[in-house]
């Protein structure tokens, strides 16, 4: 894939999270999946999307209004093992959400960096942090594949379905491991696949910016982890995730073909 090629990915996926970010921000009717696909169900009851995917009623509840938008495929921050102190870097951090989570258990000693490529998230983020008195979180606009943080300044990188949509995974975690301190460690949670795409979902851009075309397989994950140097490499599948990822599009029965996964991994010492 040339230059050209990850642009073009990197502005639908960027326009597609525009909309998403601007079409609930005076919490309209709809949900966040207007007009077809994301990495979310179709009602406009976020926290019952949310819960689904691992969140708690008390994470649920402990955020501000407006920064869970119903994205992702799991709770990064619950598989994080955060300590108090922590520096925290969320891959893709959209309205804040997971980064407010982590920033409560990082706590005032801690700080939590979150990092969109979408303008209109990173607003959003902001002002969320702001009315909910997160004076340990910072929001930086960038790319996921070129972090706007110093070498060797992070404990902890997590991630909510985002990597799968990168057109370089490599260059995202060769970033990753750059970024993090020694013994600094990764906890994503992404969607991977199992089987083939069929071709006519792998060259749709709806359903890459949907977290489905974009995704990589476990072995491939694996490579490009070991190929940034990553140590302690574990890959979990999420069987469960199917019954939420069937929805994404609905008759395509897309849970054939992929399925969230937990991924941690750790930089050596």
């Given at each position: 894939?040339?230059?050209?090629?990850?642009?073009?990915?990197?502005?639908?996926?960027?326009?597609?999270?525009k909309q998403i970010a601007l079409y609930n921000e005076n919490e309209s009717d709809a949900g966040c999946c207007a007009p077809a696909?994301?990495?979310?169900?179709?009602?406009?009851?976020?926290?019952?999307?949310?819960?689904?995917?691992?969140?708690?009623?008390?994470?649920?509840?402990?955020?501000?209004?407006?920064?869970?938008?119903?994205?992702?495929?799991?709770?990064?921050?619950?598989?994080?093992?955060?300590?108090?102190?922590?520096?925290?870097?969320?891959?893709?951090?959209?309205?804040?959400?997971?980064?407010?989570?982590?920033?409560?258990?990082?706590?005032?000693?801690?700080?939590?960096?979150?990092?969109?490529?979408?303008?209109?998230?990173?607003?959003?983020?902001?002002?969320?942090?702001?009315?909910?008195?997160?004076?340990?979180?910072?929001?930086?606009?960038?790319?996921?594949?070129?972090?706007?943080?110093?070498?060797?300044?992070?404990?902890?990188?997590?991630?909510?379905?985002?990597?799968?949509?990168?057109?370089?995974?490599?260059?995202?975690?060769?970033?990753?491991?750059?970024?993090?301190?020694?013994?600094?460690?990764?906890?994503?949670?992404?969607?991977?696949?199992?089987?083939?795409?069929?071709?006519?979902?792998?060259?749709?851009?709806?359903s890459l910016a949907g977290c489905i075309s974009g995704a990589s397989s476990i072995d491939e994950i694996q490579i490009i982890l070991e190929d940034s140097g990553f140590v302690d490499?574990?890959?979990?599948?999420?069987?469960?995730?199917?019954?939420?990822?069937?929805?994404?599009?609905?008759?395509?029965?897309?849970?054939?073909?992929?399925?969230?996964?937990?991924?941690?991994?750790?930089?050596?010492?």
């Amino acid at each position: 894939m040339n230059q050209v090629q990850n642009d073009e990915i990197r502005q639908h996926v960027r326009s597609r999270y525009k909309q998403i970010a601007l079409y609930n921000e005076n919490e309209s009717d709809a949900g966040c999946c207007a007009p077809a696909i994301s990495c979310c169900d179709t009602p406009r009851d976020f926290n019952d999307i949310s819960s689904k995917l691992g969140y708690s009623n008390d994470e649920l509840t402990s955020v501000p209004e407006g920064a869970n938008l119903g994205l992702g495929c799991g709770n990064p921050q619950a598989i994080a093992s955060l300590q108090a102190g922590e520096v925290v870097v969320d891959l893709g951090s959209g309205g804040g959400f997971d980064s407010f989570l982590a920033a409560k258990q990082v706590g005032d000693s801690g700080k939590v960096i979150g990092v969109d490529m979408t303008p209109e998230m990173i607003s959003r983020a902001r002002g969320n942090a702001l009315r909910g008195g997160y004076a340990n979180t910072e929001f930086r606009l960038g790319e996921i594949e070129h972090l706007p943080i110093s070498d060797d300044s992070v404990n902890v990188i997590i991630s909510n379905c985002v990597i799968n949509l990168s057109p370089d995974k490599q260059q995202v975690f060769n970033e990753a491991i750059r970024v993090l301190k020694p013994g600094g460690r990764l906890a994503i949670s992404d969607i991977v696949t199992t089987a083939a795409l069929p071709e006519e979902i792998k060259q749709d851009m709806d359903s890459l910016a949907g977290c489905i075309s974009g995704a990589s397989s476990i072995d491939e994950i694996q490579i490009i982890l070991e190929d940034s140097g990553f140590v302690d490499i574990v890959i979990e599948p999420k069987d469960e995730s199917k019954a939420f990822i069937r929805k994404w599009i609905p008759g395509a029965q897309v849970d054939q073909y992929i399925v969230s996964a937990v991924i941690k991994a750790a930089k050596a010492l």
